[in-house]
């Protein structure tokens, strides 16, 4: 049996996908001890990966090598397995290749069954996904969220983002979002009810920012310059919780905050946080995730793009503002 997939072949320059990465076919290897092979039916596409297809040594994991399976956080149903708990049917989430077939370690991949009885299985690769995960951890336990607090999230209409808002309202904060568009911030403040958003595509950030006034949490997916904007515009002893390198990603620049001398007047701190960090706490993190979704206050509007040979353009989208919530590949079954 053959698997199509994309394969890396270069290095990506700025968000030319379609000149590194390759659709090409192979025959499924026999699995290993440990291995489970799963039918993809979806592909989560999240910015961070972004930075695996990179040559920089110094990231948080060592680059992807040219000449592989793009990997991505794939849902699917398991249809071989030479692994302990996992059998044919289960439902799962695991980081997989981004093709047809996904052939995994796992341990080493972090499969993880899934209750299929949840209605929408998207809801895994969002609110109950590890967006899900780094929005709670990063709004209540990195930024140390307090409700009648003043929290601001940027790429709010991204899958992270969308739901660090509604999570920081759910907490009793006072949810701000900054977003591109006309379009992303009417979803964020009049279909999600959010206190206010702020369009960085209309021009001056900074009178927008300060009719909000002072912040006290700073969920940053983003840095670049917009990082120097909300340093300014902290209330003292606030939070910087950096999820996010956004602005870094494709231009190959690295943040440096012109403003970094505000960190010491305004006593901010400021952490880095990463979900393997917390991927212990995942079933607790989900349960509550869980609650609220099923409860309607927690939801996630859904970008769908369907065909594997179509991914790229869904890529791209995380780079070029083109979505709101969270962009999926749907494959055919």
């Known amino acids: 049996m053959a698997n199509r997939f994309w394969r890396i072949a270069r290095r990506p320059e700025g968000n030319d996908f379609a000149a590194a990465l390759e659709l090409v076919e192979a025959p ?11 039918r993809n039916s979806h ?6 990966t972004r930075l695996w297809l990179t040559s920089r ?17 794939v849902l699917g149903e398991v249809t071989e397995s030479r692994a302990e708990g996992f059998a044919p049917g289960d439902l799962v989430r695991a980081f997989g290749q981004w093709g ?9 991949s972090g499969a993880l069954k899934l209750d299929p009885s949840v209605s929408d299985r998207r809801a895994w690769f969002g609110p109950l996904g590890m967006n899900g995960w780094t929005a709670l951890w990063g709004v ?30 759910l907490l009793g ?10 379009a992303k911030c009417a979803y964020l403040a009049d279909e999600l009810g959010i206190a206010g958003a702020v369009d960085y595509k209309a021009g001056d950030v900074g009178a927008q920012l300060d009719k909000a006034g002072g912040f006290d949490v700073y969920f940053d997916n983003v840095g670049g310059p917009l990082l120097d904007a909300v ?8 939070r910087i919780a950096v999820c996010g390198l956004l602005a870094d990603y494709s231009s190959g620049n690295r943040t440096a905050p012109k403003e970094f001398d505000q960190v010491l007047m305004r006593r901010l701190r400021v952490e880095g946080f990463f979900s393997p960090d917390f991927m212990h706490e995942g079933p607790v993190l989900t349960e509550r995730l ?8 927690l939801v996630m509007p859904y970008d769908v793009t369907r065909g594997l040979e179509n991914t790229l353009a869904a890529y791209a989208k995380l780079f070029t503002g083109g979505n709101i919530g969270k962009v999926i590949v749907e494959l055919g079954t």
């Open 290 to 297: 869980r609650a609220w979704h099923e409860a309607g206050d």
């Open 57 to 73: 040594e110094d990231g948080y994991q060592p680059p992807l090598p040219l000449g592989i399976a793009m990997t991505g956080l």
């Open 43 to 48: 592909l989560s596409m999240d910015a961070g």
């Open 173 to 182: 904060c006072e949810a701000w979002g900054i977003a591109g568009g006309a």
């Open 231 to 238: 340093l300014t515009r902290m209330n003292h002893y606030g």
């Open 28 to 38: 499924l290897a026999p699995l290993a001890e440990g291995e489970v092979r799963i």
């Open 140 to 169: 209540e336990r990195t930024g140390a969220a307090k409700p009648g607090e003043k929290v601001l999230v940027s790429a709010a209409a991204g899958a992270t983002g969308i739901l660090a808002v509604q999570i920081a309202r």
């Open 100 to 108: 047809d077939w996904s052939t995994v370690d796992a341990v080493m």
